[in-house]
């Protein structure tokens, strides 16, 4: 069975740093696209960044030249370098990954940026 764990996670001031981790177990396969949403208070879920497994790396608006997204060196591990980060970008981080038909997700992360 997969599972997604993410960690990283936790209170920063505006303008910090926090690098979130995701890594998926119960899978001898690769995925077509690892994930990274996250959910407000009173808002929908929205995209940050995806992650093929051909490499492209696409950013949501509100993220881009601030976030980063990159697989790690052990399969289906992916991680988050979120930069200068804003108030706006406290939410619940969930890691996603896609395949054969398949969403899956993790349980969530808080990140919460402080004035």
């Known amino acids: 069975q997969v599972q997604l764990v993410e960690s990283g996670g936790g209170l920063v001031q505006v303008g910090g740093s926090l690098r979130l981790s995701c890594a998926a177990s119960g899978s001898d396969f690769s995925f077509n696209v690892m994930a990274w949403y996250r959910e407000a208070p009173g808002k929908q879920r929205e995209l940050v960044a995806s992650l093929t497994s051909g490499g492209v790396i696409n950013y949501g608006n509100p993220v881009k030249g601030r976030f980063t997204m990159s697989r790690g060196n052990a399969k289906n591990t992916v991680f988050l370098q979120m930069n200068s980060l804003k108030p706006e970008d406290t939410a619940v981080y969930y890691c996603?990954?896609?395949?054969?038909?398949?969403?899956?997700w993790g349980q969530g992360t808080q990140v919460t940026v402080s004035p």
């Open positions: 996603n990954a896609y395949r054969w038909s398949q969403n899956y």
